[in-house]
């Protein structure tokens, strides 16, 4: 059992839970993700790393309420224990001879995209910070990334916060304006690295993608997790997450990330109806 | 006087149109009086040819004898003697190319049902036996298990019984590897592996979960920070293998593994009470022709499909499978595509629509000695399909290799460790089962296991 030591909830949807796991946090790098299992009925499902205490031995993820785990995961507080919580999984980043990065986080990528920067900071690298998000209230660790960058960019699509526009509309002006990146690193929805990606294709900047698709178990064993990149099969568990963006086979893995979306569905929505059942009764 | 009956006593048996539709155990096991029955076949040869055909030297006519005299208890201790796994062996063993294959009586006739008996034996001191396991002197030293699989288990109970403290470390979140990811229920109910794993518990052996070595600790920290004296690796072969054909990304094809992960291990089966879900739909393709392919076409039938498909590109008499998964493959409706192969997947908006096969025939022998699969031009068909399941095969997973820079492995990506010791390239280290040999038998690993058990101790003994 691995226990609950903080929890915030960063807002309406998204949470953030740093959990009791000394071994894992003694070995844990940007990059890598756990998984986990809230329960014995559970699922098993990844999340990236978002922070991690090597002093403390605890494990920070943030996560977004899609689906039964992470609603059930959201009903858990300070205290309370998790199942099974298994890591470091994948490769980590792995970041040479760059000077200038532009590191993106589209939503709750944010929070993935958050220790990317941090490591990339610390390295004395100059890290512009471009996060995304639907509206202000959406808005996640906005303190936290600007102490792990140079420069922070927080849009909006609608503008509610004063900046209104895509992350891709920034990440242009900015290179348009003469920014010379060595590295850009985009984590989000698959769309908005796919457009990250079709965005720095033509300028010829490398650029890092995190693909976090369906898995089992994080260790080469399934082969669930099967994303096509130049043409060659990879299992994102052992050969990623992280990817060269230019790449990687965008519309499959939109496809694929399909595929068991209805039994998701299904899942979440019988969850809740047992859940208002129980508060009605 | 024995029981001079050419065949065996049949074991009760699940209907075929009945246990296709649940994944309760297919087969019932032996009474008492069966089991009594069967024993009475066995001649009590004095140079005992079966022991010869088992991997962990089981002491055949001797616990067969017991239970012709219905002493059920001391049958079951005198298996337990060499075997940690009696209630998985006796279920899972392919016993006809084993200890079944040298029974005198199946010169004329059957063999004497070893497997079966064995089965009978094991469940029956489950459900009767007083547990009375001695816990040994402690002797003071550290042994890690890596993998908590057929191998690492039998080692951590022999090792155990000889006063180690031994601790296996398993990637995932319940112990037992194959036979509780792998296997499905049907033929091995998971809650049998759980007792047998128990039984190990009680002998004081730790298992520690969610532990991917290689990852979290590599071989060198259990050595060296952990306080290990010795380390066995039985990881076994969990590396999926792909076809390398068109279409093999699409949605609805996936690999054995993680087929038979999602219903057995997550219990995809029992969706929606357990989270996991898994979608079959009508018609099933399933490639390959072992054992766990069978598996897989088995599964894929009590989960509703209509139609369910075993392509394989040699013909019936090279299937790796055993002879009764075969039969029960095809008792249960199980339709065999045999002597074709597939070509290609294809697809319509991401999702599988059909294979396209082609049909072989057998040339000259190959290097396995099996008869070549050779394509008949031109005589490309498809099959319609809403999943596919590739059953071509596993091999090591390369974490602790690649975490590990002097441990030897062969082209493979096998760990080199010798047959008679399971000693590797790495002193205090040794290995066994698949990891080694490649996708072997759960039995094959189990003997593994014990060699290396054998060898740690000696090893530890004079250091």
Same mark, same amino acid.
């Given at each position: 059992?691995?226990?609950?030591?903080?929890?915030?909830?960063?807002?309406?949807? %998204?949470?953030?839970?740093?959990?009791?796991?000394?071994?894992?946090?003694?070995?844990?790098?940007?990059?890598?993700?756990?998984?986990?299992?809230?329960?014995?009925?559970?699922?098993?499902?990844?999340?990236?790393?978002?922070?991690?205490?090597?002093?403390?031995?605890?494990?920070?993820?943030?996560?977004?309420? %899609?689906?039964?785990?992470?609603?059930?995961?959201?009903?858990? /507080?300070?205290?309370? #224990?998790?199942?099974?919580?298994?890591?470091?999984?994948?490769?980590?980043?792995?970041? #040479? /001879?760059?000077?200038?990065?532009? %590191?993106?986080?589209?939503?709750?990528?944010?929070?993935?995209?958050?220790?990317?920067?941090?490591?990339?900071?610390?390295?004395?690298?100059?890290?512009?910070?471009?996060?995304?998000?639907?509206?202000?209230?959406?808005?996640?660790? #906005?303190?936290?990334?600007?102490?792990?960058?140079?420069?922070?960019?927080?849009?909006?699509?609608?503008?509610?916060?004063?900046?209104?526009?895509?992350?891709?509309?920034?990440?242009?002006?900015?290179?348009?304006?003469?920014?010379?990146?060595?590295?850009? %690193?985009?984590?989000?929805?698959?769309?908005?690295?796919?457009?990250?990606?079709?965005?720095?294709?033509?300028?010829?900047?490398?650029?890092?993608?995190?693909?976090?698709?369906?898995?089992?178990?994080?260790?080469?064993?399934?082969?669930?997790?099967?994303?096509?990149?130049?043409?060659?099969?990879?299992?994102?568990?052992?050969?990623?997450?992280?990817?060269?963006?230019?790449?990687?086979?965008?519309?499959?893995?939109?496809?694929?990330?399909?595929?068991?979306?209805?039994? #998701?569905?299904?899942?979440?929505?019988?969850?809740?109806?047992?859940?208002?059942?129980?508060?009605?009764? | 006087?024995?029981?001079?009956?050419?065949?065996?006593?049949?074991?009760?048996?699940?209907?075929?149109?009945?246990?296709?539709?649940?994944?309760?155990? &297919?087969?019932?096991? !032996?009474?008492?009086?069966?089991?009594?029955?069967?024993?009475?076949?066995?001649?009590?040869?004095?140079?005992?040819?079966?022991?010869?055909?088992?991997?962990?030297?089981?002491?055949?006519?001797?616990?067969?004898?017991?239970?012709?005299?219905?002493?059920?208890?001391?049958?079951? @201790?005198?298996?337990?003697?060499?075997?940690?796994?009696?209630?998985?062996?006796?279920?899972?063993?392919?016993?006809?190319?084993?200890?079944?294959?040298?029974?005198?009586?199946?010169?004329?006739?059957?063999?004497?049902?070893?497997?079966?008996?064995?089965?009978?034996?094991? =469940?029956?001191?489950?459900?009767?036996?007083?547990?009375?396991?001695?816990?040994?002197?402690?002797?003071?030293?550290?042994?890690?298990?890596?993998?908590?699989?057929?191998?690492?288990?039998?080692?951590?109970?022999?090792?155990?019984?000889?006063?180690?403290?031994?601790?296996?470390?398993?990637?995932?979140?319940?112990?037992?590897?194959?036979?509780? @990811?792998?296997?499905?229920?049907?033929?091995?109910?998971?809650?049998?592996?759980?007792?047998?794993?128990?039984?190990?518990?009680?002998?004081?052996?730790?298992?520690?979960?969610?532990?991917?070595?290689?990852?979290?600790?590599?071989?060198?920290?259990?050595?060296?920070?952990?306080?290990? =004296?010795?380390?066995?690796?039985?990881?076994?072969?969990?590396?999926?293998?792909?076809?390398?054909?068109?279409?093999?990304?699409?949605?609805?094809? @996936?690999?054995?593994?993680?087929?038979?992960?999602?219903?057995?291990?997550?219990?995809? @089966?029992?969706?929606?009470?357990?989270?996991?879900?898994?979608?079959?739909?009508?018609?099933?393709? &399933?490639?390959?022709?072992?054992?766990?392919?069978?598996?897989?076409?088995?599964?894929?039938?009590?989960?509703?499909?209509?139609?369910?498909?075993?392509? !394989?590109?040699?013909?019936?008499?090279?299937?790796?499978?055993?002879?009764?998964?075969?039969?029960?493959?095809?008792?249960?409706?199980?339709?065999?595509?045999?002597?074709?192969?597939?070509?290609?997947?294809?697809?319509?908006?991401?999702?599988?629509?059909?294979?396209?096969?082609?049909?072989?025939?057998?040339?000259?022998?190959?290097?396995?000695?099996?008869?070549?699969?050779?394509?008949?031009?031109?005589?490309?068909?498809?099959?319609?399909?809403?999943?596919?399941?590739?059953?071509?095969?596993?091999?090591?997973?390369?974490?602790?290799?690649?975490?590990?820079?002097?441990?030897?492995?062969?082209?493979?990506?096998?760990?080199?460790?010798?047959?008679?010791?399971?000693?590797?390239?790495?002193?205090?280290?040794?290995?066994?089962?698949?990891?080694?040999?490649?996708?072997?038998?759960?039995?094959?690993?189990?003997?593994?296991?014990?060699?290396?058990?054998?060898?740690?101790?000696?090893?530890?003994?004079?250091?």
């Amino acid at each position: 059992m691995y226990k609950i030591v903080r929890k915030e909830v960063l807002n309406p949807s %998204v949470s953030l839970i740093e959990v009791d796991a000394p071994y894992i946090a003694k070995k844990a790098e940007p990059g890598q993700f756990i998984i986990l299992r809230v329960n014995e009925t559970g699922e098993r499902i990844p999340f990236t790393i978002a922070d991690y205490d090597r002093e403390k031995g605890t494990v920070t993820i943030i996560f977004q309420k %899609v689906g039964k785990t992470t609603e059930l995961l959201d009903t858990l /507080n300070a205290g309370d #224990e998790i199942l099974d919580f298994v890591g470091p999984l994948g490769v980590a980043s792995h970041f #040479e /001879n760059v000077k200038r990065v532009a %590191v993106i986080g589209g939503g709750l990528g944010t929070a993935i995209a958050y220790p990317q920067a941090k490591k990339l900071h610390s390295m004395g690298v100059e890290v512009d910070m471009i996060n995304g998000f639907r509206n202000k209230d959406l808005v996640i660790i #906005e303190d936290m990334c600007k102490q792990a960058c140079t420069n922070l960019y927080t849009m909006t699509d609608d503008g509610s916060n004063g900046n209104k526009g895509f992350v891709t509309s920034k990440l242009e002006e900015l290179i348009k304006s003469g920014v010379k990146y060595d590295l850009v %690193v985009a984590i989000g929805p698959l769309v908005m690295m796919k457009a990250v990606c079709e965005l720095t294709r033509p300028y010829e900047i490398k650029t890092i993608v995190s693909m976090n698709p369906v898995m089992i178990d994080g260790t080469g064993m399934c082969g669930g997790c099967r994303v096509t990149v130049g043409g060659e099969t990879k299992f994102a568990c052992v050969d990623g997450p992280d990817f060269d963006g230019h790449l990687v086979d965008f519309d499959q893995a939109i496809l694929r990330s399909k595929m068991f979306k209805e039994k #998701e569905a299904d899942s979440l929505k019988q969850h809740k109806c047992r859940m208002e059942g129980m508060q009605n009764a | 006087m024995p029981n001079m009956s050419l065949e065996k006593v049949k074991m009760p048996e699940q209907a075929p149109d009945v246990r296709n539709k649940n994944f309760e155990e &297919v087969s019932m096991g !032996y009474t008492e009086e069966m089991a009594i029955e069967e024993a009475q076949r066995c001649l009590n040869c004095k140079h005992k040819p079966c022991m010869g055909g088992c991997p962990v030297n089981v002491k055949i006519p001797e616990f067969i004898a017991l239970v012709a005299e219905g002493k059920f208890e001391d049958a079951y @201790y005198k298996i337990q003697e060499t075997s940690s796994l009696p209630a998985v062996c006796g279920r899972v063993c392919p016993q006809e190319n084993q200890c079944e294959k040298y029974c005198v009586r199946g010169i004329k006739g059957e063999a004497v049902g070893i497997g079966r008996i064995e089965r009978f034996v094991a =469940d029956w001191f489950m459900k009767n036996g007083k547990a009375s396991i001695e816990k040994p002197e402690p002797n003071g030293k550290k042994v890690a298990i890596v993998g908590a699989g057929p191998a690492g288990l039998t080692c951590a109970g022999d090792l155990a019984k000889l006063g180690y403290k031994v601790s296996v470390f398993e990637a995932f979140h319940t112990p037992g590897g194959v036979l509780m @990811y792998g296997i499905p229920e049907f033929r091995l109910p998971k809650a049998i592996v759980q007792k047998e794993i128990d039984k190990l518990k009680d002998l004081g052996v730790e298992i520690n979960t969610n532990m991917v070595i290689g990852k979290v600790l590599s071989i060198d920290e259990l050595l060296n920070d952990e306080g290990f =004296d010795a380390v066995f690796v039985g990881t076994g072969a969990g590396l999926p293998s792909f076809m390398k054909i068109e279409g093999e990304s699409l949605n609805g094809v @996936y690999s054995a593994n993680e087929f038979l992960t999602r219903i057995n291990l997550m219990k995809a @089966y029992k969706f929606p009470e357990y989270d996991t879900p898994i979608n079959v739909g009508k018609s099933v393709v &399933v490639v390959g022709g072992g054992n766990v392919a069978m598996d897989a076409a088995r599964s894929a039938k009590r989960l509703g499909a209509e139609h369910v498909y075993i392509v !394989y590109r040699r013909s019936e008499e090279e299937m790796p499978a055993r002879r009764e998964e075969v039969h029960h493959a095809k008792e249960e409706g199980i339709e065999f595509k045999l002597l074709c192969n597939p070509n290609k997947i294809n697809g319509e908006d991401g999702w599988v629509k059909s294979v396209e096969c082609i049909e072989m025939e057998l040339g000259e022998p190959d290097a396995s000695g099996r008869r070549r699969p050779v394509a008949k031009e031109g005589s490309e068909f498809n099959i319609e399909a809403d999943s596919v399941v590739i059953a071509i095969g596993q091999t090591p997973n390369p974490l602790i290799k690649n975490t590990t820079p002097d441990l030897e492995t062969n082209k493979w990506g096998c760990i080199v460790a010798k047959e008679e010791t399971g000693a590797t390239s790495k002193t205090g280290v040794y290995a066994g089962g698949d990891v080694v040999t490649g996708a072997a038998t759960v039995i094959l690993a189990m003997g593994a296991g014990k060699t290396a058990a054998q060898s740690i101790d000696e090893f530890l003994s004079n250091k």
